[in-house]
């Protein structure tokens, strides 16, 4: 038994001139992974595919043969076909990765004896992208969240959810082991609640792929090409070697922390931020300006407001002025004869110039300082 790939148009008046019986399934929605295929013509028994009868395949649709439960033939290259029973058994397998080697795995089981049919039936699979497979987290996520520039690592978790997209990529094993020898078709619904769980466990292992590799929780929706491939890395046993199916795309709407955590985290990092002393300072000056203006709209009088930050102020004053201390003398600064301090090359106050403090090794000519003789341009020191 085996498929004979016909040249013929698609036209149902056509088709139907040319073989008594025919199979075919106009289309296939989004909803349905497989159904019966429908038997045109003249004979009466559905349940028997005569010799000579005609299979048409659409774009985006495998047909299979089945002979008691048994494949006996795969078409996924959309065209026409003959059923011819004095041909081996073939295969049309378009490209699709495993078919080939799954057949001849199943092939094996049984052999053709010439007898007559009892039970024959046409199934289309549907080998389409499926869309619109919504997913959320009913617990948080552990995530590990690592940022050496504030010395963070800290296991949190998150909430996230968002859709994601399969693909039926080898239609036989999904036959065998999800949806057999159905009467009519195969829904989504059906397996719909067990995937979902399936790749919500699955993205527990990938998000901690994500976090080791120093991503941050705000940038892993950025990062959904790596996601997939590790989901379907760790789905390959249940999806790609049992059902035939494998995850094409994962759209994250939302990924959130715990508010504790984020408020944690904002901490530190500002922490981070006030190391720099210039930045420290900027910080209290932002906050004492700030203080002054809700002095002014205090309502019991800015009196006591003020008092308060000068309380507060005079509290803090210590650290100011350590932090004075440490502040880096400037070693270019110099005293004028006037006593006026200066760190140029003159006095702002009468106009002297810096005093010479040497002389240039190679032009003989004073310099005030610096690394460089503004003479001959030498390299002092």
Same mark, same amino acid.
């Given at each position: 038994?085996?498929?004979?790939?016909?040249?013929?148009?698609?036209?149902?008046?056509?088709?139907?001139?040319?073989?008594?019986?025919?199979?075919?399934?106009?289309?296939?929605?989004?909803?349905?992974?497989?159904?019966?295929?429908?038997?045109?013509?003249?004979?009466?028994?559905?349940?028997?595919?005569?010799?000579?009868?005609?299979?048409?395949?659409?774009?985006?649709?495998?047909?299979?043969?089945?002979?008691?439960?048994?494949?006996?033939?795969?078409?996924?290259?959309?065209?026409?076909?003959?059923?011819?029973?004095?041909?081996?058994?073939?295969?049309?397998?378009?490209?699709?990765?495993?078919?080939?080697?799954?057949?001849?795995?199943?092939?094996?089981?049984?052999?053709?004896?010439?007898?007559?049919?009892?039970?024959?039936?046409?199934?289309?699979?549907?080998?389409?992208?499926?869309?619109?497979?919504?997913?959320?987290?009913?617990?948080?996520?552990?995530?590990?969240?690592?940022?050496?520039?504030?010395?963070?690592?800290?296991?949190?978790?998150?909430?996230?959810?968002?859709?994601?997209?399969?693909?039926?990529?080898?239609?036989?094993?999904?036959?065998?082991?999800?949806?057999?020898?159905?009467?009519?078709?195969?829904?989504?619904?059906?397996?719909?609640?067990?995937?979902?769980?399936?790749?919500?466990?699955?993205?527990?292992?990938?998000?901690?792929?994500?976090?080791?590799?120093?991503?941050?929780? #705000?940038?892993? @929706? &950025?990062? =959904?090409?790596?996601?997939?491939? *590790?989901?379907? !890395? +760790?789905?390959?046993?249940?999806?790609?070697?049992?059902?035939?199916?494998?995850?094409?795309?994962?759209?994250?709407?939302?990924?959130?922390?715990?508010?504790?955590?984020?408020?944690?985290?904002?901490?530190?990092?500002?922490?981070?931020?006030?190391?720099?002393?210039?930045?420290?300072?900027?910080?209290?000056?932002?906050?004492?300006?700030?203080?002054?203006?809700?002095?002014?709209?205090?309502?019991?009088?800015?009196?006591?407001?003020?008092?308060?930050?000068?309380?507060?102020?005079?509290?803090?004053?210590?650290?100011?002025?350590?932090?004075? #201390?440490?502040? @880096? &003398?400037? =070693?270019?600064?110099?005293?004028? *004869?006037?006593? !006026? +301090?200066?760190?140029?090359?003159?006095?702002?106050?009468?106009?002297?110039?810096?005093?010479?403090?040497?002389?240039?090794?190679?032009?003989?000519?004073?310099?005030?300082?610096?690394?460089?003789?503004?003479?001959?341009?030498?390299?002092?020191?």
């Amino acid at each position: 038994m085996g498929l004979i790939k016909a040249v013929l148009k698609s036209a149902s008046s056509v088709i139907s001139d040319t073989w008594k019986d025919y199979f075919v399934c106009d289309s296939l929605d989004n909803d349905t992974l497989m159904t019966r295929g429908v038997k045109k013509g003249g004979s009466k028994s559905d349940e028997v595919i005569t010799n000579g009868s005609g299979i048409v395949v659409q774009d985006g649709q495998c047909a299979l043969i089945v002979d008691e439960g048994q494949i006996l033939e795969v078409a996924a290259e959309p065209g026409s076909y003959t059923f011819d029973t004095t041909k081996s058994p073939s295969v049309f397998d378009g490209g699709f990765a495993g078919i080939r080697n799954s057949f001849a795995e199943m092939v094996e089981r049984f052999t053709f004896n010439g007898e007559t049919a009892k039970n024959q039936r046409v199934y289309y699979v549907n080998t389409k992208e499926i869309h619109g497979n919504l997913f959320g987290t009913a617990t948080p996520i552990p995530f590990r969240i690592v940022d050496p520039s504030i010395g963070l690592d800290l296991t949190s978790s998150i909430r996230c959810n968002g859709e994601y997209t399969f693909r039926i990529v080898n239609p036989l094993l999904f036959y065998k082991n999800v949806a057999s020898n159905v009467s009519s078709r195969y829904d989504k619904a059906e397996l719909s609640s067990t995937m979902k769980a399936e790749l919500l466990t699955a993205l527990q292992p990938a998000l901690a792929k994500i976090s080791a590799m120093g991503v941050r929780y #705000s940038e892993v @929706p &950025a990062h =959904t090409f790596d996601l997939v491939d *590790s989901i379907n !890395e +760790t789905l390959e046993r249940k999806w790609g070697e049992l059902r035939g199916m494998q995850v094409v795309s994962l759209n994250l709407n939302s990924l959130s922390l715990s508010k504790e955590d984020e408020s944690y985290i904002k901490e530190l990092q500002l922490a981070a931020v006030n190391r720099n002393q210039d930045m420290r300072e900027a910080t209290l000056a932002a906050a004492r300006a700030q203080s002054l203006k809700d002095a002014a709209k205090n309502p019991n009088g800015a009196a006591n407001a003020f008092f308060g930050i000068n309380m507060a102020e005079n509290a803090g004053g210590g650290y100011a002025a350590a932090a004075a #201390s440490n502040r @880096p &003398a400037n =070693t270019n600064s110099w005293t004028c *004869s006037c006593g !006026e +301090t200066s760190t140029g090359n003159f006095c702002p106050k009468c106009g002297q110039p810096k005093p010479v403090s040497s002389y240039c090794p190679q032009c003989g000519k004073p310099t005030s300082g610096g690394n460089f003789c503004p003479h001959c341009g030498s390299k002092l020191g």
